[in-house]
Protein backbone atom coordinates (compact mmCIF):
# COMPACT_ATOMS: atom_id res chain seq x y z
CA UNK A 1 0.00 0.00 0.00
CA UNK A 2 2.94 2.02 -0.44
CA UNK A 3 2.19 6.06 -2.97
CA UNK A 4 4.02 4.38 -5.47
CA UNK A 5 1.79 1.60 -6.37
CA UNK A 6 0.82 1.86 -9.96
CA UNK A 7 -2.70 2.42 -9.80
CA UNK A 8 -1.51 5.69 -8.16
CA UNK A 9 0.80 7.35 -10.22
CA UNK A 10 -1.67 7.64 -12.78
CA UNK A 11 -0.69 10.87 -14.00
CA UNK A 12 -2.54 11.04 -17.71
CA UNK A 13 -5.83 12.35 -17.96
CA UNK A 14 -8.87 10.06 -17.10
CA UNK A 15 -12.21 10.78 -18.22
CA UNK A 16 -13.41 8.08 -16.18
CA UNK A 17 -12.18 9.28 -12.87
CA UNK A 18 -13.55 12.84 -13.19
CA UNK A 19 -16.95 11.53 -14.54
CA UNK A 20 -17.16 9.70 -10.90
CA UNK A 21 -15.79 12.83 -8.70
CA UNK A 22 -17.35 14.96 -11.31
CA UNK A 23 -20.74 15.79 -9.79
CA UNK A 24 -19.77 15.46 -6.11
CA UNK A 25 -16.97 17.96 -6.57
CA UNK A 26 -19.40 20.13 -8.61
CA UNK A 27 -22.04 20.10 -5.35
CA UNK A 28 -19.40 20.71 -2.81
CA UNK A 29 -18.10 23.74 -4.60
CA UNK A 30 -21.47 25.41 -5.55
CA UNK A 31 -22.85 24.06 -1.77
CA UNK A 32 -20.05 24.26 0.70
CA UNK A 33 -16.90 26.33 -0.97
CA UNK A 34 -18.87 29.06 -3.01
CA UNK A 35 -20.92 30.01 0.11
CA UNK A 36 -17.74 30.14 2.75
CA UNK A 37 -15.97 32.52 0.30
CA UNK A 38 -19.25 34.55 -0.08
CA UNK A 39 -19.80 34.51 3.78
CA UNK A 40 -15.86 35.86 4.02
CA UNK A 41 -16.46 38.20 1.71
CA UNK A 42 -19.78 39.48 3.52
CA UNK A 43 -18.23 40.09 6.91
CA UNK A 44 -16.93 43.02 5.74
CA UNK A 45 -19.87 44.39 4.56
CA UNK A 46 -22.97 46.35 6.14
CA UNK A 47 -26.63 47.01 5.23
CA UNK A 48 -30.39 45.99 5.70
CA UNK A 49 -31.47 42.28 3.90
CA UNK A 50 -29.37 42.30 0.55
CA UNK A 51 -28.54 46.02 -0.15
CA UNK A 52 -24.58 45.32 1.58
CA UNK A 53 -22.07 48.10 1.28
CA UNK A 54 -18.92 47.79 1.67
CA UNK A 55 -17.59 48.40 5.75
CA UNK A 56 -14.03 47.48 5.69
CA UNK A 57 -13.47 46.68 9.26
CA UNK A 58 -16.64 48.18 10.76
CA UNK A 59 -18.42 44.46 12.23
CA UNK A 60 -15.18 43.48 13.54
CA UNK A 61 -15.05 46.66 15.93
CA UNK A 62 -18.85 46.08 16.23
CA UNK A 63 -18.75 42.81 17.38
CA UNK A 64 -15.74 43.88 20.59
CA UNK A 65 -18.54 46.18 21.37
CA UNK A 66 -22.03 43.98 21.30
CA UNK A 67 -22.77 42.62 24.40
CA UNK A 68 -25.03 39.84 23.10
CA UNK A 69 -22.31 38.75 21.35
CA UNK A 70 -20.03 38.33 24.57
CA UNK A 71 -22.81 36.46 26.41
CA UNK A 72 -23.49 34.30 23.24
CA UNK A 73 -19.66 33.87 23.53
CA UNK A 74 -19.18 33.24 27.40
CA UNK A 75 -22.48 30.70 27.27
CA UNK A 76 -21.34 28.85 24.45
CA UNK A 77 -17.85 28.20 26.24
CA UNK A 78 -19.75 27.46 29.81
CA UNK A 79 -21.74 24.93 27.81
CA UNK A 80 -18.38 22.92 26.09
CA UNK A 81 -16.24 23.88 29.58
CA UNK A 82 -18.50 22.17 31.77
CA UNK A 83 -20.66 19.69 29.85
CA UNK A 84 -18.13 17.88 27.32
CA UNK A 85 -15.47 17.09 30.41
CA UNK A 86 -19.25 15.73 32.18
CA UNK A 87 -20.02 13.38 29.03
CA UNK A 88 -17.14 12.06 28.15
CA UNK A 89 -15.64 11.02 31.77
CA UNK A 90 -19.49 9.34 32.29
CA UNK A 91 -19.41 7.55 29.08
CA UNK A 92 -15.45 6.34 29.64
CA UNK A 93 -16.28 5.05 32.84
CA UNK A 94 -19.74 3.28 31.47
CA UNK A 95 -17.46 1.95 28.68
CA UNK A 96 -14.86 0.21 31.05
CA UNK A 97 -17.70 -1.27 33.16
CA UNK A 98 -19.59 -2.48 30.38
CA UNK A 99 -16.16 -3.69 28.45
CA UNK A 100 -15.87 -6.39 31.07
CA UNK A 101 -17.27 -9.72 29.66
CA UNK A 102 -18.05 -11.37 32.42
CA UNK A 103 -20.95 -8.54 32.79
CA UNK A 104 -24.63 -10.25 32.49
CA UNK A 105 -27.02 -8.47 30.85
CA UNK A 106 -24.35 -6.64 28.82
CA UNK A 107 -26.00 -6.26 25.19
CA UNK A 108 -29.49 -5.00 26.65
CA UNK A 109 -27.41 -2.07 29.25
CA UNK A 110 -24.91 -1.13 26.09
CA UNK A 111 -28.46 -1.26 23.93
CA UNK A 112 -30.18 1.23 26.66
CA UNK A 113 -27.72 3.56 27.35
CA UNK A 114 -26.88 3.86 23.38
CA UNK A 115 -30.59 4.71 22.40
CA UNK A 116 -30.96 8.34 23.47
CA UNK A 117 -29.10 8.55 19.90
CA UNK A 118 -31.80 7.85 18.13
CA UNK A 119 -33.97 10.51 19.07
CA UNK A 120 -33.97 13.78 16.97
CA UNK A 121 -32.53 16.91 18.75
CA UNK A 122 -35.95 18.66 18.89
CA UNK A 123 -37.61 15.88 20.18
CA UNK A 124 -36.15 15.13 22.87
CA UNK A 125 -35.55 18.25 23.53
CA UNK A 126 -39.09 18.48 24.07
CA UNK A 127 -39.36 15.99 26.04
CA UNK A 128 -37.04 17.73 28.13
CA UNK A 129 -38.58 20.48 28.13
CA UNK A 130 -42.07 18.75 29.05
CA UNK A 131 -39.83 17.37 32.17
CA UNK A 132 -38.59 20.12 33.62
CA UNK A 133 -41.77 22.82 33.90
CA UNK A 134 -41.87 24.37 37.10
CA UNK A 135 -44.11 21.71 39.11
CA UNK A 136 -43.59 18.66 36.82
CA UNK A 137 -42.02 15.51 36.90
CA UNK A 138 -38.36 16.75 37.63
CA UNK A 139 -39.38 19.08 40.57
CA UNK A 140 -42.06 16.69 41.96
CA UNK A 141 -39.52 13.87 42.19
CA UNK A 142 -36.60 16.01 43.87
CA UNK A 143 -39.30 16.91 46.30
CA UNK A 144 -40.73 13.83 46.99
CA UNK A 145 -37.05 12.69 47.51
CA UNK A 146 -36.55 15.52 49.63
CA UNK A 147 -33.58 16.42 47.68
CA UNK A 148 -35.14 20.32 47.75
CA UNK A 149 -37.71 21.77 49.27
CA UNK A 150 -39.41 24.07 46.96
CA UNK A 151 -39.08 23.47 43.05
CA UNK A 152 -35.86 24.57 41.11
CA UNK A 153 -36.56 27.38 38.70
CA UNK A 154 -35.37 25.26 35.72
CA UNK A 155 -37.21 27.78 33.35
CA UNK A 156 -36.27 31.19 35.14
CA UNK A 157 -32.96 30.79 36.51
CA UNK A 158 -29.83 31.27 34.33
CA UNK A 159 -27.79 29.30 36.12
CA UNK A 160 -30.31 26.59 36.36
CA UNK A 161 -31.44 26.86 32.82
CA UNK A 162 -28.02 26.49 31.89
CA UNK A 163 -27.75 23.40 33.70
CA UNK A 164 -31.34 22.24 32.32
CA UNK A 165 -29.35 22.17 28.87
CA UNK A 166 -26.51 20.61 29.69
CA UNK A 167 -28.30 17.79 31.42
CA UNK A 168 -30.21 17.33 28.02
CA UNK A 169 -27.12 17.26 26.10
CA UNK A 170 -25.66 14.71 28.25
CA UNK A 171 -28.42 12.35 27.92
CA UNK A 172 -28.12 13.00 23.88
CA UNK A 173 -24.94 12.15 23.78
CA UNK A 174 -23.51 9.74 26.25
CA UNK A 175 -24.17 6.96 25.00
CA UNK A 176 -22.83 8.07 21.29
CA UNK A 177 -19.37 8.53 22.99
CA UNK A 178 -18.96 5.48 24.71
CA UNK A 179 -19.70 3.40 21.50
CA UNK A 180 -16.22 5.10 20.29
CA UNK A 181 -14.70 4.03 23.63
CA UNK A 182 -16.45 0.55 23.96
CA UNK A 183 -14.75 0.45 19.97
CA UNK A 184 -11.53 1.57 21.03
CA UNK A 185 -11.45 -0.85 24.48
CA UNK A 186 -11.95 -4.23 21.95
CA UNK A 187 -8.59 -3.49 20.36
CA UNK A 188 -6.77 -3.70 24.35
CA UNK A 189 -5.12 -6.60 24.89
CA UNK A 190 -6.87 -7.89 27.79
CA UNK A 191 -3.91 -9.67 29.41
CA UNK A 192 -2.42 -6.35 30.28
CA UNK A 193 -5.67 -5.91 32.54
CA UNK A 194 -5.40 -9.23 33.57
CA UNK A 195 -1.61 -8.93 34.39
CA UNK A 196 -2.37 -5.70 36.57
CA UNK A 197 -5.10 -7.41 38.55
CA UNK A 198 -2.72 -10.21 39.42
CA UNK A 199 -0.17 -7.47 40.40
CA UNK A 200 -3.06 -6.16 42.93
CA UNK A 201 -3.31 -2.89 40.84
CA UNK A 202 -6.75 -1.67 42.22
CA UNK A 203 -9.84 -1.22 39.59
CA UNK A 204 -9.65 2.78 40.08
CA UNK A 205 -5.91 2.62 39.36
CA UNK A 206 -6.30 0.47 36.11
CA UNK A 207 -8.86 2.47 35.12
CA UNK A 208 -7.07 5.74 35.80
CA UNK A 209 -2.89 4.34 34.45
CA UNK A 210 -4.26 1.72 31.68
CA UNK A 211 -7.56 2.25 30.15
CA UNK A 212 -7.18 6.20 30.03
CA UNK A 213 -4.10 6.18 28.58
CA UNK A 214 -4.62 3.72 25.71
CA UNK A 215 -7.69 5.35 24.79
CA UNK A 216 -5.86 8.58 24.71
CA UNK A 217 -6.41 9.02 20.64
CA UNK A 218 -10.08 8.21 21.10
CA UNK A 219 -10.59 11.04 24.10
CA UNK A 220 -8.87 13.41 21.88
CA UNK A 221 -10.88 12.88 18.92
CA UNK A 222 -14.38 13.04 20.93
CA UNK A 223 -13.07 15.71 22.68
CA UNK A 224 -12.74 17.64 19.54
CA UNK A 225 -15.95 16.37 18.03
CA UNK A 226 -17.73 17.09 20.89
CA UNK A 227 -16.75 20.50 21.49
CA UNK A 228 -17.26 21.36 17.93
CA UNK A 229 -20.74 20.15 18.05
CA UNK A 230 -21.28 22.35 21.41
CA UNK A 231 -20.03 25.38 19.49
CA UNK A 232 -22.67 24.87 17.03
CA UNK A 233 -25.42 24.08 19.62
CA UNK A 234 -28.50 25.41 18.00
CA UNK A 235 -31.41 22.99 18.02
CA UNK A 236 -31.81 22.22 21.59
CA UNK A 237 -31.31 25.84 23.17
CA UNK A 238 -33.78 26.93 20.61
CA UNK A 239 -36.01 24.47 21.38
CA UNK A 240 -35.99 24.07 25.18
CA UNK A 241 -35.88 27.86 25.35
CA UNK A 242 -38.18 29.28 22.78
CA UNK A 243 -35.41 31.65 21.39
CA UNK A 244 -35.93 29.93 17.60
CA UNK A 245 -39.85 31.54 18.45
CA UNK A 246 -40.67 34.97 18.01
CA UNK A 247 -39.71 35.92 21.33
CA UNK A 248 -36.15 36.44 20.21
CA UNK A 249 -35.08 35.72 24.02
CA UNK A 250 -32.87 32.90 24.58
CA UNK A 251 -33.80 31.65 28.02
CA UNK A 252 -33.64 34.19 31.39
CA UNK A 253 -31.45 36.81 30.73
CA UNK A 254 -30.29 34.97 27.53
CA UNK A 255 -28.46 32.27 29.81
CA UNK A 256 -29.48 30.17 26.85
CA UNK A 257 -28.19 32.19 24.20
CA UNK A 258 -25.60 30.56 21.93
CA UNK A 259 -23.39 31.40 19.21
CA UNK A 260 -25.39 29.57 16.17
CA UNK A 261 -28.75 31.05 18.16
CA UNK A 262 -27.25 34.45 17.72
CA UNK A 263 -26.42 34.25 14.20
CA UNK A 264 -30.20 32.83 13.57
CA UNK A 265 -31.45 35.48 15.20
CA UNK A 266 -29.21 38.52 13.56
CA UNK A 267 -30.45 37.03 10.36
CA UNK A 268 -33.93 36.24 10.40
CA UNK A 269 -34.86 37.74 13.42
CA UNK A 270 -34.34 41.16 13.85
CA UNK A 271 -33.89 43.58 11.34
CA UNK A 272 -31.84 40.87 9.30
CA UNK A 273 -27.86 42.43 9.13
CA UNK A 274 -26.19 39.57 6.70
CA UNK A 275 -22.76 41.06 6.90
CA UNK A 276 -22.54 41.48 10.70
CA UNK A 277 -24.01 37.86 11.46
CA UNK A 278 -21.04 36.99 8.99
CA UNK A 279 -18.92 38.00 10.38
CA UNK A 280 -20.08 36.57 14.18
CA UNK A 281 -20.37 33.03 12.21
CA UNK A 282 -16.00 33.60 11.37
CA UNK A 283 -15.63 33.85 14.86
CA UNK A 284 -17.32 29.99 14.92
CA UNK A 285 -14.91 29.20 11.80
CA UNK A 286 -11.84 30.77 13.66
CA UNK A 287 -12.81 28.45 16.83
CA UNK A 288 -13.32 25.41 14.88
CA UNK A 289 -10.16 25.45 13.03
CA UNK A 290 -8.52 26.15 16.03
CA UNK A 291 -9.78 22.66 17.34
CA UNK A 292 -9.44 21.18 14.64
CA UNK A 293 -6.10 22.09 14.63
CA UNK A 294 -5.62 20.63 17.34
CA UNK A 295 -6.59 17.44 16.56
CA UNK A 296 -4.59 16.74 13.79
CA UNK A 297 -2.04 17.68 15.83
CA UNK A 298 -2.95 15.21 18.72
CA UNK A 299 -3.13 12.87 15.62
CA UNK A 300 0.66 12.92 14.78
CA UNK A 301 1.56 12.94 17.99
CA UNK A 302 -0.50 9.32 17.89
CA UNK A 303 1.39 7.89 15.09
CA UNK A 304 4.96 9.35 16.07
CA UNK B 1 -10.11 -13.84 52.62
CA UNK B 2 -13.96 -13.49 53.31
CA UNK B 3 -13.42 -9.86 53.24
CA UNK B 4 -11.75 -9.34 49.93
CA UNK B 5 -14.50 -11.41 48.70
CA UNK B 6 -16.84 -9.28 50.03
CA UNK B 7 -15.63 -6.52 48.98
CA UNK B 8 -15.35 -7.89 45.52
CA UNK B 9 -19.30 -8.81 46.08
CA UNK B 10 -20.25 -5.64 46.85
CA UNK B 11 -17.80 -3.65 43.68
CA UNK B 12 -20.31 -5.85 41.43
CA UNK B 13 -23.32 -4.54 43.20
CA UNK B 14 -22.30 -0.85 43.17
CA UNK B 15 -21.50 -2.06 39.13
CA UNK B 16 -24.74 -3.40 38.52
CA UNK B 17 -26.34 -0.54 40.72
CA UNK B 18 -24.69 2.44 38.10
CA UNK B 19 -25.25 0.62 34.64
CA UNK B 20 -28.82 -0.06 35.88
CA UNK B 21 -29.51 3.52 36.74
CA UNK B 22 -27.00 4.84 33.55
CA UNK B 23 -30.22 2.46 31.47
CA UNK B 24 -32.86 3.81 33.38
CA UNK B 25 -31.72 7.11 32.70
CA UNK B 26 -31.69 6.60 29.13
CA UNK B 27 -34.87 5.15 28.27
CA UNK B 28 -36.78 6.83 30.50
CA UNK B 29 -37.95 9.91 28.51
CA UNK B 30 -39.05 7.14 25.64
CA UNK B 31 -41.23 6.07 28.52
CA UNK B 32 -42.04 9.08 29.60
CA UNK B 33 -43.26 10.08 26.08
CA UNK B 34 -45.32 6.89 25.59
CA UNK B 35 -47.00 7.56 28.72
CA UNK B 36 -46.92 11.27 28.29
CA UNK B 37 -48.94 10.67 24.85
CA UNK B 38 -51.94 9.05 27.68
CA UNK B 39 -52.06 12.00 29.30
CA UNK B 40 -53.59 15.16 29.34
CA UNK B 41 -51.65 18.35 29.09
CA UNK B 42 -52.27 19.52 32.82
CA UNK B 43 -51.08 15.92 33.78
CA UNK B 44 -48.20 15.92 32.14
CA UNK B 45 -46.92 19.41 33.47
CA UNK B 46 -47.89 17.48 37.00
CA UNK B 47 -45.35 15.08 36.09
CA UNK B 48 -47.94 11.86 35.85
CA UNK B 49 -46.12 8.81 35.75
CA UNK B 50 -48.97 6.41 34.77
CA UNK B 51 -50.76 5.98 31.79
CA UNK B 52 -53.90 8.00 31.49
CA UNK B 53 -56.71 8.39 29.18
CA UNK B 54 -55.94 10.99 26.90
CA UNK B 55 -54.71 9.07 24.07
CA UNK B 56 -57.67 9.71 21.57
CA UNK B 57 -58.10 13.53 22.85
CA UNK B 58 -54.19 14.16 22.18
CA UNK B 59 -54.09 12.52 18.89
CA UNK B 60 -57.10 14.14 17.95
CA UNK B 61 -55.92 17.45 18.56
CA UNK B 62 -53.08 16.43 17.10
CA UNK B 63 -54.14 15.31 13.72
CA UNK B 64 -56.44 18.31 13.70
CA UNK B 65 -54.25 20.96 14.01
CA UNK B 66 -51.66 19.32 11.64
CA UNK B 67 -52.04 18.28 8.29
CA UNK B 68 -50.24 14.84 9.54
CA UNK B 69 -50.24 12.86 6.20
CA UNK B 70 -48.90 15.86 4.23
CA UNK B 71 -46.38 16.74 6.96
CA UNK B 72 -44.63 13.11 7.43
CA UNK B 73 -45.08 12.72 3.20
CA UNK B 74 -42.77 15.81 3.44
CA UNK B 75 -40.12 14.71 5.65
CA UNK B 76 -40.73 11.18 3.72
CA UNK B 77 -39.82 12.93 0.57
CA UNK B 78 -36.75 14.51 2.07
CA UNK B 79 -35.30 12.07 3.82
CA UNK B 80 -35.63 9.48 0.43
CA UNK B 81 -34.57 11.83 -2.46
CA UNK B 82 -31.02 12.65 0.30
CA UNK B 83 -30.39 9.07 1.18
CA UNK B 84 -30.53 7.91 -2.48
CA UNK B 85 -28.85 11.08 -3.55
CA UNK B 86 -26.04 11.08 -1.27
CA UNK B 87 -25.30 7.65 -1.45
CA UNK B 88 -24.92 7.54 -4.89
CA UNK B 89 -23.35 10.72 -5.89
CA UNK B 90 -21.14 10.24 -2.02
CA UNK B 91 -19.84 6.66 -3.60
CA UNK B 92 -19.37 7.27 -7.01
CA UNK B 93 -17.00 9.94 -5.41
CA UNK B 94 -15.49 8.04 -3.15
CA UNK B 95 -14.59 4.96 -5.74
CA UNK B 96 -13.87 7.09 -7.95
CA UNK B 97 -10.76 8.88 -5.48
CA UNK B 98 -9.61 5.58 -4.83
CA UNK B 99 -9.98 3.65 -7.95
CA UNK B 100 -8.91 6.60 -10.49
CA UNK B 101 -6.28 8.32 -8.36
CA UNK B 102 -3.95 11.11 -10.14
CA UNK B 103 -1.80 13.86 -8.28
CA UNK B 104 -4.16 16.24 -9.10
CA UNK B 105 -7.50 14.69 -7.71
CA UNK B 106 -5.49 13.98 -4.26
CA UNK B 107 -5.07 17.49 -4.08
CA UNK B 108 -8.20 18.19 -4.68
CA UNK B 109 -9.55 15.18 -2.17
CA UNK B 110 -7.19 17.14 0.42
CA UNK B 111 -9.18 20.16 -0.18
CA UNK B 112 -12.78 18.49 -0.22
CA UNK B 113 -11.68 17.18 3.71
CA UNK B 114 -11.01 20.61 4.68
CA UNK B 115 -14.67 21.06 4.26
CA UNK B 116 -15.25 19.01 7.09
CA UNK B 117 -14.52 22.02 9.14
CA UNK B 118 -16.30 24.27 7.99
CA UNK B 119 -19.45 25.00 10.40
CA UNK B 120 -23.17 25.22 9.25
CA UNK B 121 -23.53 28.40 11.24
CA UNK B 122 -21.22 29.87 8.47
CA UNK B 123 -22.79 28.81 5.92
CA UNK B 124 -26.72 29.47 6.43
CA UNK B 125 -26.82 32.79 5.21
CA UNK B 126 -24.81 32.92 1.87
CA UNK B 127 -26.86 29.43 1.23
CA UNK B 128 -30.13 31.05 2.13
CA UNK B 129 -28.91 33.69 -0.07
CA UNK B 130 -27.90 31.58 -2.86
CA UNK B 131 -31.29 29.20 -2.86
CA UNK B 132 -33.07 33.04 -3.05
CA UNK B 133 -31.24 33.17 -6.02
CA UNK B 134 -32.00 30.36 -7.65
CA UNK B 135 -36.00 30.44 -6.69
CA UNK B 136 -35.84 27.54 -4.70
CA UNK B 137 -36.98 28.83 -1.43
CA UNK B 138 -39.94 26.91 -0.13
CA UNK B 139 -39.17 24.21 -1.93
CA UNK B 140 -37.73 20.45 -0.67
CA UNK B 141 -35.15 20.16 -3.68
CA UNK B 142 -33.33 23.32 -1.19
CA UNK B 143 -33.57 20.88 1.71
CA UNK B 144 -31.57 18.58 -0.26
CA UNK B 145 -29.22 19.44 -2.55
CA UNK B 146 -26.86 21.28 0.18
CA UNK B 147 -26.58 17.42 2.07
CA UNK B 148 -26.43 15.32 -1.15
CA UNK B 149 -22.11 15.66 -1.97
CA UNK B 150 -20.62 15.15 1.62
CA UNK B 151 -17.68 15.30 2.63
CA UNK B 152 -17.44 13.04 5.18
CA UNK B 153 -19.61 10.21 3.20
CA UNK B 154 -17.17 10.48 0.45
CA UNK B 155 -14.41 9.72 2.66
CA UNK B 156 -16.26 6.81 4.37
CA UNK B 157 -16.64 5.33 1.13
CA UNK B 158 -13.10 5.57 -0.38
CA UNK B 159 -11.95 4.55 3.14
CA UNK B 160 -13.91 1.05 2.64
CA UNK B 161 -13.24 1.06 -1.20
CA UNK B 162 -9.60 0.22 -0.13
CA UNK B 163 -11.04 -3.38 1.07
CA UNK B 164 -13.11 -3.42 -2.38
CA UNK B 165 -11.17 -6.47 -4.17
CA UNK B 166 -9.47 -5.39 -7.41
CA UNK B 167 -9.33 -8.75 -8.86
CA UNK B 168 -13.13 -8.04 -9.30
CA UNK B 169 -12.52 -5.23 -11.11
CA UNK B 170 -9.86 -6.58 -13.25
CA UNK B 171 -11.74 -9.26 -14.63
CA UNK B 172 -14.68 -7.19 -15.39
CA UNK B 173 -12.66 -5.20 -17.20
CA UNK B 174 -11.22 -8.34 -19.16
CA UNK B 175 -15.10 -9.52 -19.66
CA UNK B 176 -15.41 -6.16 -21.23
CA UNK B 177 -17.69 -4.32 -18.64
CA UNK B 178 -17.35 -0.73 -18.69
CA UNK B 179 -16.22 1.47 -15.75
CA UNK B 180 -19.93 2.50 -15.04
CA UNK B 181 -21.29 -1.16 -15.25
CA UNK B 182 -18.19 -2.56 -13.04
CA UNK B 183 -19.49 0.53 -10.45
CA UNK B 184 -23.09 -0.57 -10.10
CA UNK B 185 -23.09 -4.05 -11.43
CA UNK B 186 -19.95 -5.42 -9.37
CA UNK B 187 -18.97 -2.41 -6.35
CA UNK B 188 -22.70 -1.92 -5.33
CA UNK B 189 -23.88 -5.24 -4.48
CA UNK B 190 -20.11 -6.07 -2.90
CA UNK B 191 -20.03 -2.99 -1.04
CA UNK B 192 -23.85 -2.95 0.72
CA UNK B 193 -22.80 -2.98 4.14
CA UNK B 194 -20.87 -0.22 3.51
CA UNK B 195 -23.69 1.38 1.69
CA UNK B 196 -25.87 0.08 4.90
CA UNK B 197 -23.52 1.98 7.46
CA UNK B 198 -23.78 5.18 5.39
CA UNK B 199 -27.59 4.81 4.67
CA UNK B 200 -28.19 5.19 8.68
CA UNK B 201 -25.92 8.52 8.45
CA UNK B 202 -27.67 9.82 5.78
CA UNK B 203 -30.92 8.67 6.94
CA UNK B 204 -30.60 10.18 10.75
CA UNK B 205 -29.46 13.46 9.66
CA UNK B 206 -31.56 14.08 6.99
CA UNK B 207 -35.18 12.74 8.85
CA UNK B 208 -33.82 14.89 12.16
CA UNK B 209 -32.42 17.77 10.51
CA UNK B 210 -33.68 21.05 11.87
CA UNK B 211 -31.73 24.24 11.17
CA UNK B 212 -32.15 24.54 7.63
CA UNK B 213 -35.24 23.25 7.24
CA UNK B 214 -36.21 25.95 9.40
CA UNK B 215 -34.51 28.61 6.97
CA UNK B 216 -35.52 27.44 3.99
CA UNK B 217 -39.08 26.01 4.38
CA UNK B 218 -41.54 28.77 4.97
CA UNK B 219 -45.01 27.62 4.26
CA UNK B 220 -46.89 25.30 6.36
CA UNK B 221 -47.97 22.78 3.49
CA UNK B 222 -43.95 22.64 3.00
CA UNK B 223 -42.86 21.85 6.52
CA UNK B 224 -41.21 18.50 7.81
CA UNK B 225 -42.56 16.74 11.01
CA UNK B 226 -39.50 18.00 12.76
CA UNK B 227 -40.61 22.08 12.30
CA UNK B 228 -43.52 21.00 13.57
CA UNK B 229 -42.57 19.16 16.58
CA UNK B 230 -40.46 22.17 17.45
CA UNK B 231 -42.93 25.05 16.43
CA UNK B 232 -45.90 23.31 19.14
CA UNK B 233 -43.34 22.31 21.39
CA UNK B 234 -41.56 25.89 21.85
CA UNK B 235 -45.16 28.03 21.94
CA UNK B 236 -44.99 29.61 25.89
CA UNK B 237 -47.99 27.08 26.86
CA UNK B 238 -47.28 24.10 24.63
CA UNK B 239 -50.17 21.63 24.41
CA UNK B 240 -48.09 18.59 25.27
CA UNK B 241 -50.67 15.95 25.09
CA UNK B 242 -50.83 16.47 21.36
CA UNK B 243 -46.95 17.29 21.25
CA UNK B 244 -46.08 13.78 22.72
CA UNK B 245 -47.93 12.05 19.92
CA UNK B 246 -46.34 14.05 17.27
CA UNK B 247 -42.78 12.91 18.81
CA UNK B 248 -43.98 9.56 19.33
CA UNK B 249 -44.98 9.46 15.86
CA UNK B 250 -41.42 11.10 14.44
CA UNK B 251 -39.48 8.82 16.60
CA UNK B 252 -40.69 5.37 15.33
CA UNK B 253 -39.22 5.74 12.01
CA UNK B 254 -35.51 5.91 13.58
CA UNK B 255 -36.13 3.00 16.14
CA UNK B 256 -37.52 1.03 13.89
CA UNK B 257 -34.54 1.53 11.46
CA UNK B 258 -32.33 1.31 14.42
CA UNK B 259 -33.40 -2.31 15.77
CA UNK B 260 -33.61 -3.45 12.32
CA UNK B 261 -30.29 -2.76 11.62
CA UNK B 262 -28.25 -2.39 14.98
CA UNK B 263 -25.10 -3.69 14.14
CA UNK B 264 -24.28 -1.48 10.47
CA UNK B 265 -26.32 1.57 13.26
CA UNK B 266 -23.13 1.20 15.32
CA UNK B 267 -21.17 0.59 12.40
CA UNK B 268 -21.97 3.63 10.41
CA UNK B 269 -21.87 5.77 13.90
CA UNK B 270 -18.19 4.13 14.47
CA UNK B 271 -17.80 4.92 10.87
CA UNK B 272 -15.57 8.05 11.27
CA UNK B 273 -12.42 7.07 13.17
CA UNK B 274 -11.86 4.17 11.01
Known amino acids: MSAISPRRLKPRFDVNGWLFVGPALALIATFMVFPILHSFWMSFQTGLGVRLSFAGLKNTYRLFNDPLFFTALTNTFIFFLVQVPIMLTLALVTASLLNNPDLKFRGVLRTAIFLPCVTSLVAY ?14 NTTLIGLGIVDVGIPWMTDPFWCRTMIIIAI ?135 | MTSYGLKQRLSSVAVYIFLGVMAFLSIFPFLWMIIGATNTTSDIIKGKMSFGEALVVNATTFFTQVDAPLIFWNSAKITIIATVLTLLISSLAGYGFEIFASRFREKLYTLMLLTLMIPFAALMIPLFMLMKQFGLINTHLAVVLPTVASAFIIFYFRQSTKAFPHELRDAARVDGLKEWQIFFLIYMPVMRSTYAAAFIIVFMTAWNSYLWPLIVLQSNDMKTITLVISSLGSAYYPDYGAVMIGTVLATIPTLFVFFAMQRQFVEGMLGSVK
Open chain 1, 125 to 138: SVLFKSMFVANGLI
Open chain 1, 170 to 304: TWRWTGYNMIFYLAAMQNIDRSVYEAARIDGVPTWARFLHLTVPMLKPVILFTTVTSTIGTLQLFDEVATITGGGSASGAAGPGNSALTLSLYIYNLTFKFAPNYGYAATVSYVIVFLVAVLSFLQFYAARERKA
